[in-house]
């Protein structure tokens, strides 16, 4: 009865922390894989669902606030539509387990960087 309770307080937490913009994704993926035993590529097909109302939400609101810069959007989206599909590509064609390191290795260097602050 309570197999729901973890991932859906998982999700709640991801999403209180996405909501202040910790990047509650990238958390959520990493529960997922490694204290749910969900599987590297279904957990990023989640973190996507994850993440895409999310984004629309935060445009919605920027347009709404007159905060887009529209030429920086026109040039953007191309590239994040190409890169995105690219990405997507290589996340089905490439094997787990070459994927999993990579991606630590990038979840260290941030956790690192927020160590140190940004001189301004």
């Not at 993440?51 to 905060?67: E, I, Q, R, V, Y």
């Not at 026109?74 to 064609?93: D, E, F, H, N």
């Amino acid at each position: 009865m309570t197999d729901w309770l973890l991932p859906f307080l998982c999700g709640l937490g991801a999403g209180v922390i996405s909501a202040w913009g910790v990047g509650g994704g990238t958390l959520l993926l990493v529960v997922m894989t490694l204290l749910l035993g969900v599987d590297q590529r279904t957990a990023q097909g989640i973190n996507l669902l994850f993440f895409l109302p999310t984004a629309a939400g935060a445009l919605w609101c920027h347009w709404k606030n007159g905060c887009l810069d529209r030429p920086t959007l026109r040039a953007a989206v191309p590239a994040a539509v190409l890169l995105g599909i690219s990405g997507a590509w290589v996340a089905t064609a490439v094997d787990v387990e070459l994927l999993r390191r990579p991606f630590g290795v990038y979840l260290l260097l941030s956790g690192v960087s927020l160590l140190w602050p940004r001189k301004k």
